[in-house]
């Protein structure tokens, strides 16, 4: 299968598909998909994926971009005349680098820790085998029964079964009294669902489209509407919000289910809700993998349980105040705020300049102690620990010449500079990959903002340009 003849659905596609229900979500801008930049890839950023079949169900912060997946597919696997070709991703978030992968013909193999994007990620991949007819008729029992029971144009009637979930709190009430009534009566349609793949596909849709009817909204990152001068949502059309993310999955499903008849044989796909270190336990084979196109969390202590706490609390994949579902504990990095008070955190490895930085930055705002530079430390030692960890699993499943594409950004950490990509690039050669190469694809932003953010650093006069790149590991 050649990765290069590909293209995003035309524009006529694009806009035939798009139903009227969704006119409450913000659309992309114009993609000119034959623009590359200087270095041969499109642009990574998830944006574009707004107006493609399947990536458009689940609005995503953390993603690439279909085209950038491509042109990573037409690069390195273009020619490939191996039989049963394999491409990996390690944090699968969901699903791009998988679902571009498998409309080539390639087996794919994802893991993803977060219940909510893993669902997604599973989703999209098995949609061939939706059936259209019962997908679509659940679809119209929905609406007749939101109609009957809780209508957008007049009063609720009874009361619904399902209740909010328990622990679930924030600054502001999620919905408003009348949307919450709305969104109730639509679990419990869900929620009476027999078919397991079609009651998925519509707690998918729910959790989707959730946010759009709340008092939250991202912005990128999920805050209150009130925070950034919106008003809250007293009332929204929840049934014909709902509803129209469910149609457009069912225009999707029938997309696919045409792009694939041109794809033969049927390609494997495998979605394993676990992190990437337990990858050599679960995984019977080794040395199967071909290509790797992934990116890891950042080194800038995003949070991204945050984004997904309202769909882990209402689609019942945790419980309590925190963000256990999400299994923060268990990802790549972890955060911050889950090491800071630990006793100094060592490196597991030896990278004399790195251990330099990481002292440096233990040294700074010493006052503050763990909020101060000897919690940062922490951080930093705890996410390249883990970065060793990580490149020892990628050694024993990439086939050799088998290529990992790793996206990454540089971080100013306590006001000093982390070059990440470098860096990982370096314990990648620990662990006896080769680091073929870096790629730039954005200067993001200087790094004023960052640099003089409370939490990081109370002073710096330095502008430091953050960056984007992918870095090119090879199995020797």
């Given at each position: 299968?050649?990765?290069?003849?590909?293209?995003?659905?035309?524009?006529?596609?694009?806009?035939?598909?798009?139903?009227?229900?969704?006119?409450?979500?913000?659309?992309?801008?114009?993609?000119?998909?034959?623009?590359?930049?200087?270095?041969?890839?499109?642009?990574?950023?998830?944006?574009?994926?707004k107006?493609?079949?399947?990536?458009?169900?689940?609005?995503?912060?953390?993603?690439?971009s279909?085209?950038?997946?491509?042109?990573?597919?037409?690069?390195?696997?273009r020619?490939?005349?191996?039989?049963?070709?394999?491409?990996?991703?390690?944090?699968?978030?969901?699903?791009?680098?998988?679902?571009?992968?498998?409309?080539?013909?390639?087996?794919?193999?994802?893991?993803?820790?977060?219940?909510?994007?893993?669902?997604?990620?599973?989703?999209?991949?098995?949609?061939?085998?939706?059936?259209?007819?019962?997908?679509?008729d659940?679809?119209?029992?929905?609406?007749?029964?939101?109609?009957?029971?809780?209508?957008?144009?007049?009063?609720?009637?009874?009361?619904?079964?399902?209740?909010?979930?328990?622990?679930?709190?924030?600054?502001?009430?999620?919905?408003?009294?009348?949307?919450?009534?709305?969104?109730?009566?639509?679990?419990?349609?869900?929620?009476?669902?027999?078919?397991?793949?079609?009651r998925?596909?519509?707690?998918?849709?729910?959790?989707?489209?959730?946010?759009?009817?709340?008092?939250?909204?991202?912005?990128?990152?999920?805050?209150?509407?009130?925070a950034?001068?919106?008003?809250?949502?007293?009332?929204?059309?929840?049934?014909?919000?709902?509803?129209?993310?469910?149609?457009?999955?069912?225009?999707?499903?029938?997309?696919?289910?045409?792009?694939?008849?041109?794809?033969?044989?049927?390609?494997?796909?495998?979605?394993?809700?676990?992190?990437?270190?337990?990858?050599?336990?679960?995984?019977?084979?080794?040395?199967?993998?071909?290509?790797?196109?992934?990116?890891?969390?950042?080194?800038?202590?995003?949070?991204?349980?945050?984004?997904?706490?309202?769909?882990?609390?209402?689609?019942?994949?945790?419980?309590?105040?925190?963000?256990?579902?999400?299994?923060?504990?268990?990802?790549?990095?972890?955060?911050?705020?889950?090491?800071?008070?630990?006793?100094?955190?060592?490196?597991?490895?030896?990278?004399?300049?790195?251990?330099?930085?990481?002292?440096?930055?233990?040294?700074?705002?010493?006052?503050?102690?763990?909020?101060?530079?000897?919690?940062?430390?922490?951080?930093?030692?705890?996410?390249?620990?883990?970065?060793?960890?990580?490149?020892?699993?990628?050694?024993?499943?990439?086939?050799?010449?088998?290529?990992?594409?790793?996206?990454?950004?540089?971080?100013?950490?306590q006001?000093?500079?982390?070059?990440?990509?470098?860096?990982?690039?370096?314990?990648a050669?620990?662990?006896?990959?080769?680091?073929?190469?870096?790629?730039?694809l954005?200067?993001?932003?200087?790094?004023?903002?960052?640099?003089?953010?409370?939490?990081?650093?109370?002073?710096?006069?330095?502008?430091?340009?953050?960056?984007?790149?992918?870095?090119?590991?090879?199995?020797?």
């Amino acid at each position: 299968m050649d990765g290069c003849s590909y293209s995003p659905p035309n524009a006529e596609y694009l806009v035939r598909s798009v139903p009227v229900q969704t006119t409450l979500f913000k659309t992309a801008p114009d993609v000119d998909v034959a623009a590359r930049l200087s270095n041969g890839f499109r642009d990574s950023a998830f944006t574009s994926n707004k107006v493609y079949p399947l990536h458009r169900w689940v609005p995503w912060i953390a993603g690439f971009s279909a085209e950038f997946v491509d042109d990573c597919l037409c690069k390195y696997l273009r020619g490939n005349q191996r039989k049963e070709i394999w491409v990996l991703d390690p944090f699968a978030g969901v699903g791009t680098t998988l679902l571009q992968s498998f409309l080539r013909g390639y087996n794919v193999v994802g893991f993803e820790i977060n219940p909510y994007a893993a669902l997604a990620s599973r989703l999209k991949l098995k949609a061939l085998d939706v059936p259209v007819d019962g997908f679509t008729d659940r679809i119209v029992e929905f609406e007749q029964f939101m109609h009957e029971r809780c209508p957008d144009d007049g009063p609720c009637k009874d009361a619904p079964v399902s209740r909010p979930p328990e622990g679930f709190t924030g600054r502001t009430q999620l919905f408003s009294p009348k949307v919450e009534r709305k969104v109730l009566f639509a679990l419990d349609f869900i929620n009476s669902l027999g078919q397991p793949a079609i009651r998925d596909l519509f707690r998918l849709a729910f959790g989707s489209v959730m946010v759009s009817v709340s008092n939250y909204s991202y912005e990128p990152s999920l805050t209150r509407r009130a925070a950034v001068d919106k008003a809250d949502i007293a009332d929204a059309p929840v049934a014909h919000v709902i509803a129209g993310r469910l149609r457009l999955m069912l225009e999707d499903i029938i997309w696919f289910k045409e792009q694939m008849r041109r794809v033969s044989p049927k390609p494997k796909s495998w979605i394993i809700p676990e992190s990437i270190f337990s990858a050599v336990d679960i995984l019977e084979e080794k040395n199967f993998i071909d290509l790797v196109v992934t990116s890891p969390p950042y080194l800038n202590n995003y949070h991204y349980p945050r984004n997904t706490r309202p769909q882990l609390h209402w689609l019942g994949m945790t419980a309590g105040s925190g963000y256990k579902g999400a299994r923060e504990d268990e990802s790549f990095g972890k955060f911050w705020q889950t090491v800071r008070g630990l006793e100094p955190v060592k490196l597991g490895f030896a990278i004399p300049d790195l251990k330099k930085t990481i002292d440096l930055i233990g040294a700074a705002n010493n006052e503050k102690q763990e909020y101060g530079g000897p919690g940062w430390a922490n951080y930093v030692a705890t996410y390249f620990n883990d970065t060793h960890r990580f490149c020892g699993v990628l050694a024993k499943l990439l086939r050799r010449n088998g290529r990992a594409i790793i996206v990454l950004g540089n971080s100013i950490i306590q006001g000093v500079e982390v070059r990440t990509d470098q860096l990982f690039g370096r314990i990648a050669e620990l662990c006896g990959l080769e680091f073929a190469e870096t790629i730039l694809l954005r200067e993001k932003r200087t790094g004023t903002s960052i640099i003089q953010s409370a939490v990081r650093v109370e002073k710096a006069s330095q502008r430091t340009v953050l960056y984007e790149s992918a870095i090119v590991l090879r199995k020797k």
